[in-house]
C-alpha cells in the first residue's frame, strides 16, 4: 500500500521516506509553493507536450485492474493521472498535488485497503462517479495530511492512520457535494 502516513515524518526529517508517492507529493507541494516566482521551466513545458503525447489508458471512471496498476512504476501512475485531466482540459490548483493523490487513492484501492474500498462502495452506491469518489477520499486525505503538517508533535502512524480511516468511514456524498457547492 502506498504510505501517505510517512508523509509526515518525511516533512519534519527531510529523509528517509518509505514512499516515493508519498516523496512525491511532499516535493510537488512545496515545489508549488515557490511557484509564483519561479515560472515553468523549458523542461518542465517539454515535459508536459511529452505527456500529452503519452497514451492515457488511466481513466478514473474505470478501477484499473490491481495487479496491472500496482504492477507500474510510481511516477508512471502519476503521470497517468495528470495526463487523464490534461487531455480532458480539467483546470486545477496544482495538477502535480491532484495527479499524486489520485495514484495514492488508486493504490489504496488496488490494495484492497478495507475502509477506503467501503468508502468507494459507499459513496458510488450514494451517486458519485467513480472520479468523484476519489476525489473526495483524496479531500479527507488531504485535510489530515495538512494536520499532521501544522502539528507541533506530529502523531504517530496508528493513531494517524485510525484518524484517516475514521474520516473515510465517516465521508458521504451528500457532504463531499455540499463542499462543493461552498
Ligand atoms: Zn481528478
Redesign the pocket.
Known amino acids: 500500500m502506498a504510505c501517505w502516513l510517512c508523509v509526515s515524518s518525511q516533512l519534519r526529517s527531510g529523509t528517509n521516506m518509505a514512499c516515493s508517492t508519498a516523496r512525491r507529493l511532499h516535493f510537488v507541494l512545496t515545489q508549488n509553493r515557490g511557484a509564483v516566482k519561479n515560472p515553468v521551466s523549458s523542461d518542465a513545458r517539454r515535459q508536459t507536450r511529452l505527456d500529452l503525447l503519452m497514451p492515457t489508458f488511466y481513466d478514473?471512471n474505470t478501477k484499473p485492474d490491481p495487479a496491472d496498476w500496482l504492477v507500474l512504476d510510481e511516477q508512471v501512475r502519476i503521470t497517468q493521472?495528470a495526463t487523464?485531466?490534461k487531455k480532458r482540459g480539467?483546470r486545477?490548483p496544482n495538477k502535480n498535488a491532484?495527479a499524486t493523490f489520485?495514484a495514492i487513492i488508486e493504490n489504496q484501492i488496488a490494495s484492497n485497503d478495507a475502509p477506503v474500498v467501503r468508502s468507494m462502495d459507499r459513496l458510488k452506491a450514494q451517486g458519485l462517479d467513480r472520479?468523484d469518489c476519489?476525489?473526495a477520499i483524496a479531500w479527507v486525505l488531504s485535510q489530515h495530511l495538512f494536520e499532521q503538517m501544522k502539528a507541533e508533535v506530529p502523531d504517530g502512524p496508528e493513531v494517524v492512520n485510525s484518524r484517516y480511516y475514521a474520516g473515510v468511514e465517516r465521508l458521504n456524498a451528500k457532504d463531499w457535494l455540499g463542499l462543493q457547492s461552498e
Open positions: 478514473p493521472a487523464y485531466h480539467i486545477l491532484h489520485h472520479h476519489i476525489h
